[in-house]
Structure formats: structure tokens, C-alpha cells
């Protein structure tokens, strides 16, 4: 909704320890022609991912670059202290996306809507900066994203959640909808659950090609 293109592809680096399998990775996943790499501060990963990307030689402008805004950091000065961490430890001049990665966190229950407007005025502020080009929201159903359009100036560009053929999120994707933001799907294999569906594999073998294919094919 703001005009910058996300490549439809992402390299994920949840559960990609910190150190050489993270930084190898990214580099072999650049190499192989990705150009959609996503992390999070939560993650623990940044400096690897940033060292692979810088390994791979594929130029930054190159890159979509995506991490995300832990559940410690929530708050207006929180954020800010978070969005410069994780600019620091990617070794970058800017994030292509930065999203609040969960929106209700245990420890503030009490008032999560407020330190999300917070947030975000912290995350708006650096998009006019030049430190980020696009703002979005994770894992926010209906009532986190109405909230947090109470007070945003930016709608947000994208809502990344958790979305395959067992879990088809139809309230937030009628939510999306409605204000243009884009749905982007993570978990395509269901971390792994989904290659030992009965009639997914059904499907595959119909149709001649592996578990994987198929889940992808419907998250494409
Ligand atoms: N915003 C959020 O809150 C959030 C949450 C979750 C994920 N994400 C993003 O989405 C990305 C992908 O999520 P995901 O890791 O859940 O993705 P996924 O692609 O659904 O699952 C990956 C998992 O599937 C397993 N797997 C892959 N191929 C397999 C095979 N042939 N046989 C058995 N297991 C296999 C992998 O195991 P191995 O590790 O053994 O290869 C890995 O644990 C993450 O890296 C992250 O960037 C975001």
C-alpha cells in the first residue's frame, strides 16, 4: 500500500543459530537467488545475517531486508533503542521492512494497546528518518490492527502471520483486505507439521510433485 515491492520469496532465519550455520546460510540462500531475507531481533541472529549478506557480495539495494521489534522492547523509547540495535548488529543503513513482531506480549498485558501506538509513533518517526522504508505488524488479528489505526499515521504495510492450509486466518485476511495491508504467510510447512498431512501428501502424489511443492504452491 505504499508502492515498495517485497519480493514474493523470503529466506526465513527463525531457529538459524547465531554464528556460521546463520551466516552461511544466508549467504548460500543470496547465492542460490533469494533476495528476500527475514529475522528478528528475537531471533538472536542479526550479526550473523548481516555478515552473510555482506559475504554474499550481492549488493544491499539488492536485498529486502526485513527483522522485527521484540516483546521487551514495546514503548516509544524502547522501540527507538531496539530499531538503532538491530541497524547496528545487520552491519546496515536501513531496514527494508520492521515489523512489531508479536502484539499482546505476557509482561504487558495490561496495557499492550498504548505501548503499540507507542511503538509505532518510534517506528513512524524512523521511516521519516531514512531508517526504514516500510512499517508493518506480526501475528495482530482484527482487534490488535483496529487499535493500533486509532492512532497511526502510516497504515501498516504488511501483517505476517502464521498461514497455510491448516490454519486459514480468514478474520485476518478480511482485515487486511479492508485496508490494503499485505498478508504475508510465514510458516508454509507449518514448521514441519504439514509434510506429515495425510491429504496434503494425497495431493502431492495426485499430482506428481513433493509435499513441499504443493505447500508452497498454495502459499504462492
Ligand atoms: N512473525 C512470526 O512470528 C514468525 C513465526 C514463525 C516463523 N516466522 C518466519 O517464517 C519463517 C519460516 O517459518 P518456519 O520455520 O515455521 O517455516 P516452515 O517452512 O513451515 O518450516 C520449517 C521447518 O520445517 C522443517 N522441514 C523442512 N523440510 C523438511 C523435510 N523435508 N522434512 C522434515 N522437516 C522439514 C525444517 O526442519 P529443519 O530445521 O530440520 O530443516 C524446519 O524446522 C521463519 O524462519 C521466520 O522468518 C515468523
Do not use: C
Amino acid at each position: 500500500n505504499n508502492g515498495i515491492e517485497i519480493p514474493v520469496v523470503g529466506f526465513g532465519t527463525w531457529q538459524t543459530p547465531d554464528g556460521e550455520v546463520a551466516r552461511e546460510s544466508v549467504k548460500t540462500a543470496l547465492e542460490v537467488g533469494y533476495r528476500h531475507i527475514d529475522t528478528a531481533a528475537a531471533y538472536g541472529n542479526e550479526v550473523s545475517v548481516g555478515q552473510g549478506i555482506k559475504e554474499s557480495g550481492v549488493n544491499r539495494h539488492d536485498i529486502f531486508l526485513t527483522t522485527k521489534l521484540w516483546n521487551d522492547s514495546h514503548g516509544y523509547e524502547a522501540t527507538k533503542k531496539a530499531i538503532d540495535l538491530s541497524l547496528q548488529k545487520l552491519d546496515t543503513d536501513y531496514l527494508d521492512l520492521y515489523l512489531i513482531h508479536w502484539p499482546n506480549p505476557v509482561a504487558v498485558r495490561e496495557h499492550w494497546a498504548e505501548l503499540n501506538a507507542e511503538s509505532w509513533q518510534a517506528m513512524e518517526e524512523a521511516v521519516k528518518a531514512g531508517k526504514i522504508r516500510a512499517i508493518g505488524i506480526s501475528n495482530f488479528r482484527k482487534h490488535h490492527l483496529d487499535e493500533l489505526l486509532k492512532t497511526a499515521n502510516i497504515v501498516p504495510a504488511v501483517n505476517q502471520n502464521y498461514l497455510n492450509p491448516s490454519d486459514l486466518q480468514p478474520d485476518v485476511l478480511s482485515a487486511n483486505k479492508e485496508h490494503d495491508i499485505l498478508n504475508e504467510a510465514y510458516s508454509p510447512l507449518g514448521t514441519g507439521d504439514l509434510l506429515r498431512n495425510e491429504l496434503v501428501a494425497e495431493i502431492a502424489a495426485a499430482h506428481n510433485h513433493s509435499i513441499p511443492q504443493v505447500l508452497l504452491r498454495w502459499s504462492l
